[in-house]
């Protein structure tokens, strides 16, 4: 029987959830030999011809151009994984999309027409059908195996959705905001890094995204009353994943509380 | 893709450049055997990094600026610390700086064995990609694989995470590593020395292109070792500044064809300045460890090194180096130290450098006084090298005129990977055409 063919496609992102394919030494090999590395720029000048049976797509878009690209990649591919927080949520360059790209372009370049962009970056899927989202920045190795042999065998990968909580108390980590009152937001987001943050006795900083059943609001509540202000809020949801849902709204959130702040200053003078 | 121009000229291009980090091209246009146009596009899409970080919190730089770069986050999160805390008139102790060195040299590790076993190998054995030469000469990937994987294990003891650690913050670190988690990776390490040393040896014995190149090389000198993690700039015309001295110094323009904006040293007076493995191992030749440098003799190399595609040599001695140094650093390792100290903000404004595998990585920040970032500059090696990888592909479509089309767009993508071109960074990079008449 043929060999599966895999193919690894870049976007606009930092090519590190693929390099975590370069960084699976052990599997590698073996890997090559389950499946045809058929497009991998970063591994190979060979290329073979899609049709793909499995796609994994790192990156958001951001060009007029990527978003014919990702049309014609879809049609090529069986199968299509988003690897990472750029993929799954538009990564950190989505901070554009409460800002005014224009200025970004000209803080940046002298010649901004030179360069072609688009105001928002935005997550794979909101541009074609995604089979499987793997979050992270970057995406964890084990879980990327796991998406990988769950492709190979046909069936869902194992990756729980739970918060970063459960695996701090698998690990016998001290919860770094109960014991040390230190803001964290482990709460409200995916598992998947192993609690790295609060085992390196600092608050986690979502770049999983968030769980599939988050308390945002009250979360918030607790930031506060742990010393964050207003701004460092806001802050904390807009970086890695501030375009996907949850963050987004929690964000806003964290920016009303700043407008009240401010409303009853002004009332108090 | 090669072909005839309707004005007799010719073009040689290469939409998407394979083993190199990001996404880049080459077209290089030629008439009457001489090059009338080199082009290393950059085309990896902007990401605006220092657009959006103003507004943002001073503690700030080092885990995002780290998302610039899969491949070389600790160099971004050591110039970003760096230059946050001169601007906050703050210095670390001692044992940070170990910690950051330590760090940074599993960074090395990691980097130097992808490109060298995984990105440029290939191209002087004759194979497409790692994948294909460990088909043929598995025990030569597994040493590159092994050496790599002890680089990201040091990063993920010290680091956390071998991919955008989690351990770095302004000041210093989160929590330091205890003396027993870092004795432990004393075998793996050991390892490492010798798979260096093995490295050295067999990179050595490949073919290499006569080039001399006479670029005016870049690179930090430390007070003491080899430039890693801080330095005051050098060059081999003699110039010698501060690190704050680098926009003095250095400026960057934008040219047409690239996402990422070029740099010149001194108005360009000089022509092209280089930076990386070349310019940091002939102005720091004499730090090189004693293992290391007789490893590089042994290599046949001399205290110079200006052939491009010798590089690969460099990087392999640069391994034994960073290898030496994490035994060393790690067999000085006491506990008790304080993981960081406190970084106050103030108004003012900082400059940071370290030497990415890369080459010289440079961040300035200018904070306000309640420590909000009002301006941000990150210039990256990539971007720095760009006209020199542009003269390269110039002076040697003109001195290899007897190969084919074929040959010698496969040595143009080399002599590109001669430079690690990291586009991802530059990109603030790289598409291959060549024309000819």
Redesign the interface.
């Known amino acids: 029987m043929a060999r599966p063919k895999l193919a690894v496609w870049?976007?606009?992102?930092?090519?590190?959830?693929?390099?975590?394919l370069?960084?699976c030494?052990?599997e590698?090999?073996p890997l090559?030999g389950q499946v045809e590395?058929a497009y991998?720029?970063?591994?190979?000048?060979?290329v073979v011809e899609g049709p793909y049976d499995l796609s994994l797509v790192e990156g958001s878009i951001?060009?007029p151009s990527?978003l014919e690209r990702i049309q014609d990649i879809r049609a090529a591919s069986r199968r299509l994984i988003t690897i990472g927080a750029c993929a799954t949520s538009g990564?950190?360059?989505a901070?554009?999309n409460f800002?005014d790209?224009e200025?970004?372009?000209s803080?940046?370049?002298?010649?901004p027409e030179?360069?072609e962009?688009l105001d928002r970056?935005t997550p794979i899927a909101a541009h074609v059908a995604v089979d499987y989202e793997l979050r992270g920045?970057?995406v964890d190795r084990h879980q990327l195996l796991e998406v990988l042999a769950a492709e190979l065998q046909g069936r869902p990968p194992r990756i729980s959705r739970h918060s970063v909580c459960v695996e701090c108390k698998r690990r016998g980590n001290v919860c770094v905001t109960v014991a040390h009152g230190t803001p964290c937001l482990g709460p409200v987001t995916q598992a998947g890094?192993g609690a790295?943050?609060p085992?390196?006795?600092?608050g986690c900083?979502g770049?999983f995204g968030p769980q599939d059943t988050p308390n945002a609001t009250s979360l918030i509540t607790r930031l506060r009353a742990h010393g964050m202000d207003e701004?460092?809020v806001l802050?904390v949801f807009r970086?890695?994943n501030a375009a996907s849902e949850v963050f987004l709204r929690a964000g806003e959130q964290a920016q009303e509380q700043a407008q009240a702040g401010r409303d009853a200053q002004e009332v108090d003078r | 893709m090669n072909h005839k121009l309707t004005d007799g000229g010719h073009v040689m291009h290469v939409g998407?450049?394979?083993?190199?980090?990001?996404?880049g091209a080459m077209h290089i246009e030629m008439r009457d055997g001489r090059v009338t146009d080199v082009q290393l596009r950059i085309y990896?899409?902007?990401?605006?990094?220092?657009?959006?970080l103003?507004g943002?919190?001073w503690t700030?730089p080092p885990?995002?600026t780290a998302?610039?770069?899969?491949?070389c986050?600790v160099a971004y999160q050591m110039s970003a610390c760096w230059a946050i805390e001169d601007a906050c008139g703050v210095s670390v102790p001692e044992a940070i700086r170990q910690l950051r060195r330590l760090l940074y040299c599993g960074e090395w590790i990691e980097s130097h064995a992808?490109h060298v076993y995984?990105l440029h190998a290939?191209d002087f054995l004759g194979y497409?990609?790692?994948?294909?030469l460990?088909a043929d000469h598995?025990a030569v990937?597994?040493t590159g694989?092994?050496l790599?994987?002890a680089g990201?294990q040091l990063m993920t003891v010290v680091g956390?995470?071998?991919?955008?650690p989690?351990?770095v913050?302004v000041g210093g670190f989160?929590?330091m590593p205890r003396v027993s988690e870092l004795r432990a990776l004393r075998p793996v390490l050991e390892q490492a020395l010798e798979d260096a040393l093995a490295t050295v040896r067999l990179v050595s014995g490949f073919d290499f292109p006569d080039m001399e190149q006479p670029y005016e090389y870049v690179a930090l000198r430390p007070e003491v070792g080899y430039p890693i993690e801080e330095g005051r700039v050098v060059t081999s015309g003699s110039h010698d500044f501060e690190v704050r001295d680098f926009p003095a110094h250095i400026d960057e323009?934008?040219v047409?064809h690239s996402?990422a904006?070029h740099a010149r040293l001194d108005g360009g007076a000089r022509g092209p300045y280089v930076v990386g493995p070349l310019a940091r191992y002939t102005l720091n030749h004499d730090r090189l460890g004693d293992l290391a440098r007789n490893a590089a003799s042994e290599a046949g190399l001399g205290p110079v090194c200006r052939n491009p595609f010798r590089s690969i040599i460099v990087r392999a001695v640069e391994l034994v180096e960073a290898v030496a140094e994490a035994l060393r650093i790690i067999d000085g390792w006491s506990d008790g130290s304080a993981?960081s100290v406190a970084v106050p903000p103030r108004a003012g404004e900082g400059y940071g450098a370290s030497e990415a595998p890369r080459g010289i990585l440079f961040h300035r920040y200018v904070l306000d006084e309640d420590g909000t970032i009002l301006d941000a500059q990150i210039v990256p090696p990539t971007s720095q090298n760009q006209a020199g990888i542009e003269a390269d592909l110039k002076a040697l479509v003109e001195t290899w005129t007897d190969l084919d089309d074929h040959a010698l767009q496969h040595r143009c993508?080399h002599a590109i990977r001669n430079y690690d071109p990291?586009i991802?960074c530059a990109t603030?990079f790289l598409d291959l055409t060549v024309g000819r008449s």
């Open positions: 870049k976007f606009a992102s930092c090519d590190g959830c693929q390099l975590t370069l960084n030494e052990d590698l090999i090559a590395i991998f720029p970063e591994a190979t000048r060979a951001t060009t990527d990564g950190i360059q901070l554009r800002a790209v200025e970004f372009r803080v940046v370049y002298a010649h030179y360069v962009t970056s920045c970057p890094c790295l943050c085992a390196f006795d600092r900083y770049c701004g460092q802050r970086t890695f | 998407t450049l394979a083993r190199v980090e990001g996404e990896e899409p902007p990401r605006f990094y220092e657009g959006f103003r943002r919190a700030e885990d995002i998302r610039i770069c899969g491949i986050p992808l995984l290939p497409d990609g790692a994948i294909e460990a598995p990937v597994e694989l092994r790599k994987k990201n956390g995470r071998s991919i955008h989690i351990n913050r989160h929590r323009f934008q047409p996402h904006l993981p993508e990291c991802s603030h």
